[in-house]
């Protein structure tokens, strides 16, 4: 079984739509991300979370929110979908630098299309 | 903030061959790490291979090694023998180590499309 798992792993909806992308990870690690994909961009951090209290934003959270519902659970939403948020989303997970490097480990990703 | 540069939209090989894809980055930071990942048309994220910065030698994973230049800002990916499976897009990616101000935070480059020909 996958680490990471995202659903749905496909989406697509109309603009103006609220949409949720949910993430769960058996790492059992405490560290959570959302990234987006775009053509020529990379990956780019949306939200990051090192613990079930801590949520922070990161470089393009604009028109985004998110929930950990637990250590295992993080939601990224989607509160009005415009069609700039097409794009392929990333979840991934950490553990603390001294223990694992930084390395993050990748979910299989959400590609979403918005009309 | 910090900044990764891919300078080289796509590049190719011939099987067997080896083949350099280049990264640069921009830091004030004096400890951190720098991360190649591999996305196949599956699209999922693979770690290729990792450096510490405070490490001198240069990291190796089987066919893939690191000329990683401290004073440069610089770290290639050098994949050896090349083989039809590393074909994939490949980004570069830095994360500051503990202490530092984007602490956790991977800075991803645009990526690099390798080909791999028969």
């Known amino acids: 079984d996958a680490d990471v798992t995202q659903t749905p792993r496909n989406r697509i909806t109309k603009t103006g739509k609220r949409i949720m992308l949910e993430c769960s990870q058996t790492?059992?690690?405490?560290?959570m991300y959302w990234y987006r994909q775009d053509p020529g961009l990379g990956l780019r951090l949306i939200y990051y979370?090192?613990?079930?209290?801590?949520?922070n934003k990161g470089e393009i959270s604009d028109g985004y929110s998110v929930s950990r519902q637990a250590q295992a659970k993080f939601s990224l939403s989607l509160e009005s979908a415009i069609p700039n948020q097409t794009a392929l989303y990333f979840c991934?997970?950490?553990?603390?630098?001294?223990?694992?490097?930084?390395?993050?480990?990748f979910g299989p990703g959400t590609r979403l299309l918005v009309l | 903030a910090q900044t990764v540069t891919q300078s080289q939209p796509e590049m190719s090989v011939q099987e067997a061959e080896t083949v350099t894809l280049s990264c640069t980055y921009d830091?004030?930071?004096?400890?951190?790490?720098l991360f190649w990942y591999k996305q196949p048309p599956s699209r999922q994220m693979i770690l290729v291979i990792r450096?510490?910065?405070?490490?001198?030698q240069n990291a190796t994973e089987n066919r893939f090694s690191v000329n990683f230049q401290k004073a440069a800002k610089s770290f290639s990916l050098k994949i050896s023998d090349s083989q039809l499976g590393d074909a994939a897009m490949y980004f570069c990616?830095?994360?500051?180590?503990?202490?530092?101000?984007?602490?956790?935070?991977?800075?991803f480059g645009q990526g690099t499309i390798l080909t791999v020909h028969p």
């Open positions: 990616a830095y994360a500051p180590s503990a202490g530092g101000t984007s602490y956790g935070k991977l800075t």
């Open positions: 991934a997970t950490s553990e603390p630098g001294f223990k694992a490097h930084e390395t993050q480990y």
């Open positions: 830091t004030s930071e004096s400890d951190y790490y």
């Open positions: 450096q510490e910065a405070y490490k001198q």
């Open positions: 979370s090192f613990d079930v209290k801590d949520i």
């Open positions: 790492k059992g690690h405490d560290r």
